[in-house]
């Protein structure tokens, strides 16, 4: 193979992305550098932040350029490597995005261990995803035994492990999903005490009261607008609320408008906080060994949503939006060789 397949911004989403807003480019093979390795993909990450970053408007982190390859979270396969760190066969995960080869700086690099599962999980509940949900919840949800965590998004990538985790520290936890089927899993599955199916419900905040007869003592937020101001209302006294995630309000294109909930932070002494999982960087391996450790033990489940094929990524991830993936929504590209 001497060409490279790319996906580039090849404009700017206005509302729900579209195949429109993405183009497919070939290039020659890149050739890596001083301090850089050849990679071949065989997982994509395709994740809810990326539509953001397809906005110019002032976020977290810089908006994809247009004309740039997507950025995202990827494992593959070393095939040339100048650092000796990394010799060809090694699997490696980093964030060189939505192509089939990469010149990746080493240093940004990590290596995956076959040996410890699958790789694709270095993608999800031991990589990215799961240490979104380790810090935010520990670090900020604070559950203790007996306390009523409740989870938007709860059978999304972050939202399932959240909830898992919850269980593992003594809490009650209580999702919000979106479908019958999403449902039975949390409940069946994964255990948690209560799910709410959001879409079947004629009155979330009847259904949440009805679910959360103590109130609420830890809500994490993965979606943000009418789902959150309902679960605000229902906040108990030094109540928590890590916020990950906005999904419901990714694709507007006005200015959203709701509750005022300065009084109700303020009634129940609550801290309200936003993070991003680099928050946390320095104590990122103590997470990921925890991690490890429930999902070898059983304590911690998850659920991939693999879509097989690099053409198909668009489609992964505008699939995002309409809720129908459980668990991590990935994109195989290819399959470890021999080196």
Same mark, same amino acid.
């Not at 928590?240 to 990714?250: A, D, T």
């Given at each position: ?75 593959? $396969? ?86 898992? %985790?919850?269980? %593992? ?26 799910? %709410? ?12 009261? $009805? ?23 229902? %906040? ?25 909930? $300065? ?77």
């Amino acid at each position: 193979m001497s060409v490279n397949d790319k996906i580039i911004l090849a404009s700017r989403p206005e509302g729900v992305p579209s195949r429109e807003n993405f183009e497919f480019v070939s290039e020659p093979l890149p050739q890596p550098q001083a301090g850089q390795a050849l990679v071949r993909t065989l997982y994509l990450s395709v994740d809810p932040y990326m539509r953001g970053r397809m906005s110019d408007a002032k976020s977290y982190a810089p908006p994809y350029a247009v004309g740039d390859v997507i950025r995202g979270g990827a494992v593959g $396969q070393v095939m040339e490597s100048s650092d000796p760190r990394f010799a060809p066969g090694d699997i490696v995960s980093g964030t060189w995005g939505w192509q089939r080869y990469a010149a990746a700086e080493t240093a940004h690099l990590m290596k995956v261990d076959p040996a410890d599962g699958p790789i694709s999980t270095s993608l999800h509940v031991v990589g990215m995803t799961g240490l979104t949900a380790y810090f935010g919840l520990l670090r900020i949800g604070d559950p203790q035994p007996g306390e009523t965590v409740v989870v938007s998004g709860a059978a999304g990538a972050v939202g399932m492990i959240v909830g898992q %985790i919850a269980k %593992i520290k003594g809490a009650r936890v209580v999702g919000i999903a979106g479908t019958e089927r999403k449902v039975r899993y949390l409940k069946e599955e994964l255990g948690f005490d209560e799910v %709410i199916d959001y879409k079947a419900a004629d009155n979330i905040q009847a259904a949440l009261e $009805q679910a959360c007869p103590n109130g609420v003592d830890v809500y994490f937020d993965n979606v943000g607008g009418e789902i959150s101001d309902a679960v605000l209302h229902l %906040i108990n006294r030094h109540a928590r609320i890590p916020v990950c995630g906005q999904i419901s309000l990714y694709n507007l294109q006005d200015q959203d408008v709701g509750p005022r909930i $300065q009084p109700l932070l303020l009634k129940n002494t609550a801290l309200m906080k936003g993070f991003l999982v680099g928050d946390y960087a320095a104590e990122a391996e103590e997470g990921r060994k925890e991690l490890a450790g429930w999902v070898k033990k059983g304590l911690i489940q998850y659920e991939e949503n693999i879509i097989e094929g690099f053409e198909n990524t668009p489609d992964a991830f505008i699939g995002l939006f309409s809720g129908d993936n459980l668990g991590k929504q990935l994109v195989k590209v290819g399959e470890i060789t021999e080196p």
